[in-house]
């Protein structure tokens, strides 16, 4: 179904002043005029709102995005008693979606997907009902089957999270992060999606799953924290000294299940992230900027039982209509 992924990278370097003042505000500014929940629950913003694209699939977890032929690409696990792993195109100029491909790999309900564009290919990432940690690569021969499947002997109770990320070498990684069964941080990389031979265990305890993503000459890596307060936690990766996550920051916003981050559309190190607290069901959005309160943050109108996905300007969430319909809205039409 899916064949000949581009990748959609953006060649700019770190950005200057001017663009984190003017560009943060519109980029928000935009994405409160996107996004509009199917939820009847009035929203905290004020902010005129449009339609999401409302799908026909229903998932029980949060879903995932990438990007693959000039289309979003959405996963997500499905409602079915096996919870197979679902893909589906959201195409941007028609604001529809594609038909849902079944994957034959299943998952538990709670456990969504992770999705990453790496070396040409599309790469999906999740948990077996083993608890053991899997990657295998999209196959358009074969697409019901993912391809070079690596069954990792790392063991979970929450969904992995994937990225890629290249700094000073010309070639890219494979990064793979999650929490261990003993409530520990883990990331693990790979040159080929086939070798994974670099884990490191931090000494961090999370509370659910990690959330890593690649913005401008850095990786981060986003989790919540088991304090009462559950606040998020950001710690950024040096491939020159991966045993250590320097700096990290304690964020003012809190949640208590994973969050959604995407690298912000401006020439900066900046992270788009979305997420829900444990008492309000409505996805909030604000930008990473380096600093402990997220820039510019809004409520918006929609609601998830799980946490939100980020993929650039769009976003997918599972709703909290009684079919849970995996939605998607664009930032600007």
């Not at 409160?32 to 004020?46: N, P, Q, R």
């Not at 994937?162 to 409530?183: E, I, K, V």
């Not at 990766?237 to 003012?252: C, E, F, G, K, W």
């Not at 401006?266 to 992270?271: G, K, L, Q, T």
């Amino acid at each position: 179904m899916f064949s000949n992924i581009v990748e959609t990278k953006g060649t700019a370097k770190r950005g200057a002043l001017l663009l984190r003042r003017v560009a943060f505000p519109l980029l928000i500014a935009l994405l409160a005029l996107g996004f509009v929940g199917v939820s009847t629950t009035a929203a905290h913003s004020s902010a005129p709102l449009r339609p999401a694209t409302v799908s026909h699939q229903y998932a029980d977890a949060a879903p995932a995005m990438s990007v693959l032929n000039g289309a979003i690409i959405v996963g997500w696990t499905g409602r079915n008693a096996a919870h197979n792993l679902n893909l589906m195109t959201y195409t941007p100029a028609t604001k529809s979606f594609g038909p849902a491909q079944v994957l034959t790999d299943t998952t538990l309900a709670g456990a969504g997907p992770s999705l990453v564009y790496f070396n040409g290919n599309l790469y999906v990432a999740w948990l077996g009902t083993d608890h053991r940690l899997n990657i295998g690569r999209y196959n358009p021969a074969n697409p019901t089957h993912l391809a070079n499947k690596v069954t990792l002997r790392e063991y979970s109770n929450n969904a992995p999270s994937l990225a890629t990320f290249q700094s000073g070498t010309p070639t890219s990684r494979l990064y793979l992060s999650w929490r261990g069964t003993d409530g520990r941080l883990n990331i693990i990389s790979s040159t080929d999606a086939s070798t994974f031979n670099t884990k490191v265990t931090y000494g961090i305890t999370v509370r659910t799953s990690p959330s890593l993503v690649n913005a401008d000459m850095y990786l981060y890596v986003f989790w919540e924290d088991v304090s009462a307060s559950s606040p998020i936690v950001v710690g950024r990766y040096n491939p020159a000294n991966p045993a250590s996550l320097s700096p990290v920051v304690t964020l003012t916003s809190t949640s208590q299940l994973p969050v959604g981050v995407s690298k912000a559309p401006v020439a900066a190190p900046d992270v788009v992230v979305a997420w829900r607290t444990a008492s309000d069901s409505h996805i909030q959005l604000g930008v990473f900027v380096g600093g402990s309160v997220l820039s510019n943050a809004l409520t918006t109108a929609q609601t998830t039982p799980y946490g939100p996905a980020l993929f650039e300007p769009f976003m997918s969430w599972t709703g909290t209509d009684a079919a849970q319909s995996v939605n998607v809205s664009p930032s600007s039409l």
